[in-house]
């Protein structure tokens, strides 16, 4: 306590500093969250879109043009027309097609399905709160009326495959479901493959060949222990890291650690005969701990107004995206920086303070 009033009384006397230290701080650590924030809502975006895709099939065989994440619908849609595929007998292939279109002026991913009966619509709790619509609602796709279905928490709206076709054409994928008591096998994806003449693989960072039949992802095999979803949702949360937003919000933290040491740098200097008098009492330790307990009131500070700046930034301007999950994750993520720089920001200037003799302090050289 003696310490904190002692470095409270130090920031009271050179507000300025203080504000401008927990300023620059702060705006680093802004940025970092902000692409924190971003990088765990799309991991989880990622990861709910391939379920929804998936509906529990143990492989996935994309189009040669491949698919791509639409932030606009927040889904997969396929680029290309759907694989040939026979299945063997045994397997249960399922052809969905995939497109966007609008309802009530609202862009949604539209899915076609011959499990869906005509006149229905089925839609993912995810979509059907976007859109505000309920069980037994009407909505309108493709110039018909259809009653509303909602099922699981996707963001997909799924019609009958005829419906689907005038809306979204061709373009789609195959979900495929393993013979009873395969379900588990590693080797999935390359029996069925050789069986229907396609590459399998289980990484989902492998495109397909755009001159190719296409390409079978394996949601059960691979290696490591992560899960196909885990893997897809990783990628997509790569993407923001190593973007140029990613590489600003690097360059911004380690300008926000310069700021902090260049301010304890101008702060030792500042008071050195105040140092120096109690190094020569024998109250050298105490300088160092007096310079971490105030470092750690400046980091404390501009974590918190970062933390919240970053969070009232993320729901402005991607409110559709982010989530208050997703922004605790990077919360918690940017807390683990605070001690360390905390740490060494007060290390530098108070190891190059005790450098010097008492002597040397109190003579102001």
């Known amino acids: 306590m003696c310490l904190l009033r002692f470095a409270w009384a130090n920031i009271r006397r050179r507000p300025e500093r203080f504000v401008l230290s927990v300023l620059g ?26 379920t929804d895709v998936l509906g ?33 007998e045994g397997w249960r292939a399922i052809e969905t097609l995939s497109g966007t279109t609008e309802i009530s002026g609202m862009p949604v991913s539209l899915h076609g399905s011959d499990e869906t009966s005509d006149g229905q619509a089925v839609l993912g709790s995810g979509v059907a709160q976007r859109l505000g619509v309920h069980d037994g609602d009407r909505i309108g796709v493709g110039g018909q009326n259809l009653g509303v279905l909602v099922r699981g928490t996707g963001q997909s709206v799924t019609v009958a495959t005829p419906l689907a076709r005038t809306v979204v054409g ?7 479901y393993a013979p009873a008591g395969q379900e588990k096998s590693r080797s999935l994806g390359s029996t069925f493959g050789s069986a229907v003449g396609l590459p399998s693989t289980a990484d989902p960072s492998v495109k397909p060949d755009p ?6 992802y394996d949601t059960v095999g ?64 105490e300088v160092l701990y007096f310079f971490l307990v105030e470092s750690a009131v400046v980091f404390v ?17 991607i409110p559709g995206i982010a989530t ?23 290390l530098i200037p108070v190891h190059r303070l005790l450098q010097n ?7 102001g050289r």
């Open 25 to 50: 701080i702060a705006l680093a650590l802004t940025c970092v969250t902000v692409v924190r924030t971003i990088s765990s809502s799309f991991a989880t975006t990622g990861a709910d879109s391939v």
């Open 56 to 88: 529990g099939a143990q492989l996935w065989a994309v189009p040669a043009a491949g698919v791509h994440f639409d932030s606009t619908v927040q889904a997969l849609v396929a680029d290309g027309a759907a694989p040939e595929i026979d299945a063997p």
């Open 170 to 176: 061709d373009k789609g994928w195959w979900t495929v």
């Open 211 to 216: 001159g190719g039949p296409g390409l079978i």
């Open 222 to 285: 691979g290696t490591g222990p992560l899960t196909f979803d885990q893997k897809f949702s990783a990628m997509f949360s790569g993407k923001v890291t190593s973007s140029t937003l990613g590489i600003i919000s690097i360059i911004g933290l380690v300008l926000g650690f310069i700021i902090a040491v260049s301010s304890f740098l101008a702060a030792v200097q500042e008071r050195r005969r105040e140092f120096g008098i109690m190094s020569s009492i024998g109250l050298a330790d």
């Open 301 to 317: 500070a501009a974590y918190v107004l970062g933390v919240l700046t970053a969070g009232v930034a993320v729901w402005l301007v």
């Open 324 to 346: 208050p999950i997703a922004w605790l994750q990077a919360a918690g993520m940017v807390a683990g920086f605070v001690p360390a720089m905390s740490i060494v920001g007060a």
């Open 357 to 363: 003799r008492p002597v040397d302090l109190l003579g």
